[in-house]
């Protein structure tokens, strides 16, 4: 059945260097794949969406790159900052007929320090 | 532009007991999502709703329905509660065009925080 893997481990990293989070799927290949951010105790909150014919999408400081050989996105805050500080969620659409049921990964923690 | 409303944010239940939580769509947007996440966890996919009909499900037992109602808002309803369905139940509302491929983006309420005893 298709899996969804994020680093389940929280990634530390210092303020003003790139932060990189990674996703992987298997047994399927998504059309399109989506980020979201959630906050504690929120709903998550879109960021970035990338197709299966885009290698790189970019929006300000954020950049997801997308990799249908490897099945991988990645996603990348440069220059990060303590406010960028959350929980970051892959999302592709569930390998059904419909692409409209979007399925989530187990996110990964982020936290920039000072 | 109104975003997703959900109610209650919080409630505790007992085992055994119902459950029904209400989720107003944002604005333009025709249909409905609900997701369960539990703590650390990332959220899992229950049913949809589109025009006033089940979209599609996820791996969740038939004491898990909903409705959709033709402003587009939606209720959850969880029969027969048991412990392990405390988490965060997730509304989130988002406009399907006409064609299966299109993209959907989903935007979420806050949540309602489910505590069963």
């Known amino acids: 059945s298709q899996k969804i893997e994020q680093n389940s481990e929280a990634l530390n990293i210092q303020e003003g260097k790139t932060a990189t989070l990674t996703c992987n799927y298997t047994n399927y290949s998504p059309a399109y794949l989506q980020w979201y951010r959630q906050d504690p105790g929120r709903g998550p909150v879109f960021l970035l969406l990338?197709?299966?014919?885009?290698k790189e999408k970019r929006k300000e400081r954020l950049k997801v790159t997308f990799d249908t050989t490897l099945k991988q996105s990645l996603f990348h805050i440069t220059a990060s900052q303590p406010a960028d500080s959350a929980t970051y969620l892959c999302?592709?659409?569930?390998?059904?007929?419909?692409?409209?049921?979007?399925?989530f990964g187990s996110g990964t923690r982020l936290s920039i320090r000072p | 532009e109104t975003g997703v409303t959900q109610s209650p944010t919080h409630l505790i239940k007992t085992r055994g007991q119902q459950v029904t939580l209400r989720c107003s769509s944002q604005s333009g947007h025709n249909t409905v999502s609900w997701y369960q996440q539990a703590l650390g966890q990332g959220p899992q996919f229950i049913f949809q709703y589109y025009r006033e009909e089940e979209n599609g499900r996820g791996n969740f037992p038939p004491r898990f329905s909903g409705l959709q109602f033709p402003n587009y808002s939606s209720e959850l309803n969880v029969n027969a509660l048991e412990l392990d369905d405390s988490a965060l139940y997730l509304c989130?509302?988002?406009?399907?065009?006409?064609?299966?491929?299109?993209?959907?983006?989903?935007?979420f309420g806050a949540g309602s925080r489910l505590t069963v005893l």
């Open positions: 999302a592709p659409p569930r390998g059904d007929s419909s692409a409209s049921k979007i399925i």
């Open positions: 990338i197709r299966e014919n885009e």
């Open positions: 989130a509302s988002s406009q399907t065009g006409t064609t299966p491929s299109g993209a959907n983006v989903l935007t």
